[in-house]
């Protein structure tokens, strides 16, 4: 052969074409894009048959949930100032009625009589305390006044006045720190969360 494919010596020419480097980052790019569409498809798979985002679904059931209430009505508590607690000391340690009613009256209720328990109660109630009111008091004066003395008993009587007693018991040590108590009586006014049907 003549011309440039003329033959000489002993090495030969190479008769294919140039390879393009265009070629091969397409093929790469393509290869790439057919490995994470792979991989994304693998992930709605795995999704499907684990239940898929639990975020996700638990907002659309609530978002798909027609019959939600609302909250219930947060509970109108009396004030501590609007309870008058008659304070009375049922153990052998003498001074613990006065020094209790002291200490309530800093904490803004309103203190009646103060003394030594009667009969009926002295020295048998082996509790922190024991508060003592009408029935009334049950749902509105006790959960207030509870905040103070956690673990008191109660008990209502035939009284028709709304005050009540908080007898001390045996095991009484101190009321509860004023912070904590107040954070106590912060959570029995916030309306209760109503029950979701969904």
Known sequence: MGGKYRITGDKYPRMRRPRRRSKLVLAAIASVVALGLAGWG???LIDVFTGGDKQASAADRKADCPTAAPAAPA???PKPAKIT????????RGGLAKAAADELKKRGFTI???GNATAAYDKKVVGTGLLLG???AVDGTFPVLGTQ???????TDARKGADIDLIIGTKFKAFSPPRTAATALSALTKPAPAPSSC
């Open 42 to 44: 693998t992930l709605q």
């Open 75 to 77: 509970k109108a508590l």
């Open 85 to 92: 607690v008659n304070v009375y000391n049922a153990t052998p």
């Open 112 to 114: 009646g009589k103060v």
């Open 134 to 136: 009408a029935p009334a």
């Open 149 to 155: 003395l956690p673990g008191a008993a109660t008990k």
